[in-house]
């Protein structure tokens, strides 16, 4: 170690065999005149060897007795410290050129430690560091990035851990124990199979992506009640909940979806199909007759939406409880007992009383055409 702290003289240990000779130089330091250069290898145990310059070279020769001075337990440069460079551009620089090199470690090497101990590094006034928990032995252990929000002097610990790099390559923010590959929050639990990204717990967890507090996008899961919502805010105007996924169900400004999709509102497209294939089906057998006659007990009605989050258009339509009395099976009731309609099967009904009525209107213009032939034939007697 180097001192300068209100001393005349400087002194530097080497390390190293008699037998290899050395040259070290250094920075003169304020206030020196005499430089000591302490053996401590076989042979030359205290020895010194004095000098005014500042440099040394080891040509072999036999030094002058004396016990070297205690070695400090902290060295003071005026200035900036290089290793590995002669012009450091801050306090410490440490370069290195070689590939696969340590800039710098701090711990032990070398052993295999049985008992759980941690190194690490505090930054700025001790509030962060930088921590390595060996929690195996062969110096295994997780990486923690700690930072302590006390108001108070106490520096930060593991116990102030934020961010961990687990030994299996797992990162954890929020939570020291990580089972994915990236966790933020608490752990959701067992999740062993799966692999990717975890946000939050099993109660709640929240994303948000966007360009600033006004226009953004939100990703929640709400784990009470059982469902994922997808919500965007434009223009600082919030549309909750403008996509639920809950049991498998999906509800477009509903929260409460209780089918494959609910949408609340009007729906736009290019195009519209149903699965039809003859071989998707059993069971088949053509309508009974009389369709007409319960198609002309209909009401048609337009109405208008009482609920408020709907549009304020004037529809066209039937009323449910109406239709159940003519066509039950196209009336259902759902979770939260409301009737609803089957628009889409209405239309076999409307297509056999269409057939139905066409043989009636057939049939009358058969007997229409017999009456006008016994007609003329009256008239030609």
């Not at 002194?11 to 040259?23: K, P």
């Not at 007609?375 to 030609?380: A, Q």
Request: hydrophobic share 35%; charged share 20%; aromatic share 8%.
């Amino acid at each position: 170690g180097l001192s300068s702290a209100k001393s005349s003289q400087v002194s530097c240990t080497v390390d190293g065999s008699t037998t290899n000779a050395c040259q070290i130089s250094w920075n003169a330091v304020s206030g020196a005149t005499t430089y000591r250069v302490y053996g401590r290898a076989s042979g030359a145990q205290d020895q010194y060897w004095s000098t005014t310059t500042t440099s040394f070279t080891d040509t072999g020769t036999t030094g002058t007795s004396g016990t070297p001075p205690s070695a400090p337990t902290s060295a003071y440069f005026a200035g900036n410290v290089g290793i590995g460079t002669t012009a450091p551009e801050a306090k410490l620089e440490v370069a290195i050129k070689e590939n696969n090199a340590f800039a710098a470690r701090i711990g032990w090497f070398g052993w295999t430690p049985a008992l759980p101990s941690w190194t690490g590094i505090n930054l700025g006034t001790g509030k962060a560091s930088i921590i390595f928990n060996r929690v195996v032995t062969w110096g295994r252990g997780d990486l923690h990035f700690a930072v302590n929000n006390n108001a108070d002097g106490t520096p930060a610990t593991i116990d102030d851990s934020r961010m961990v790099i687990t030994r299996a390559g797992n990162v954890g923010i929020g939570t020291t124990s990580p089972t994915e590959k990236l966790v933020v929050g608490n752990d959701l639990g067992d999740v062993t199979g799966y692999t990717g990204l975890v946000i939050g717990d099993s109660t709640y967890a929240h994303l948000v992506v966007g360009k600033n507090f006004d226009n953004r996008g939100h990703v929640s899961w709400q784990g009470v009640a059982n469902r994922m919502e997808f919500s965007t805010v434009e223009n600082g105007t919030s549309y909750s909940q403008t996509m639920v996924l809950k049991s498998g169900n999906v509800g477009i400004g509903t929260t409460n979806p209780d089918y494959k999709l609910r949408v609340e509102g009007t729906v736009a497209a290019y195009g519209y199909v149903t699965l039809s294939d003859i071989s998707l089906k059993k069971e088949i057998q053509s309508l009974d007759s009389g369709i007409l006659d319960k198609v002309l007990r209909l009401n048609p009605v337009s109405f208008y939406w009482n609920n408020e989050n709907m549009d304020k258009e004037k529809h066209f339509g039937f009323i449910a409880q109406d239709v159940e009395k003519v066509f039950p099976e196209l009336v259902r009731e759902d979770s939260q007992g409301k009737k609803v309609l089957n628009y889409n099967e209405f239309i076999p009904y409307l297509v056999k009383a269409i057939q139905e009525q066409q043989q009636e209107i057939e049939q009358l213009r058969q007997e229409i055409q017999q009456l006008k032939s016994r007609l003329e034939s009256c008239n030609r007697q």
